[in-house]
């Protein structure tokens, strides 16, 4: 099965960017414990991060007919990015959204997003553990 997990803008900063928030561990700590998780032993994961929507849209359209499924942490674009969404929506992968941080337990405009609708779940405030969540939920889906 192949997997996409996409992290969107600053995150490339995680370790660095408020930590009593995201955590101490970089981009790269999180992506090396989530491809060397038990549950991801027999997972083929291709891990892709840009601070452009653009670069973002282009690796899902790029990725459309090769992944299984998409996991997402959008950042910023969670909430406000129609842009985003229509291209879940017109590439088809079947999606879970995911954050850090608990969303709507934050700033107002962070409780929003317009992904959420079109993404088969959403996991919020687990920390790095979002992705094995969502990763939990596509092998229960099969």
């Known amino acids: ?4 997990i996409i992290n ?3 995150l490339n900063l995680l370790g660095e960017r408020e930590p009593e928030v995201y955590g ?7 992506n090396t414990w989530i491809e060397n998780h038990e549950i991801c032993a027999d997972l083929s994961l291709e891990f892709f991060q840009s601070n452009s929507e653009g670069s973002i849209i282009d690796f899902m359209h790029e990725k459309r007919h090769s992944a299984d499924y998409m996991i997402i942490n959008p950042g910023a674009l969670t909430h406000y990015s129609y842009a985003l969404r229509d291209a879940i ?3 088809q992968l079947k999606t879970i959204e995911v954050h850090l941080s608990d969303i709507h337990n934050r700033e107002n405009f962070r409780k929003i997003s317009v992904i959420k609708s079109v993404c088969l ?3 919020y405030g687990k920390g790095k553990h979002g ?4 990763i939990k939920h596509i092998l ?3």
């Open 24 to 30: 101490s561990e970089s981009l790269s700590e999180v």
């Open 140 to 142: 229960e889906s099969k």
């Open 121 to 123: 779940a959403q996991y």
């Open 89 to 91: 929506v017109a590439t």
């Open 131 to 134: 992705y094995i969540e969502a």
């Open 1 to 4: 099965m192949n997997i996409i």
């Open 8 to 10: 969107g803008p600053n």
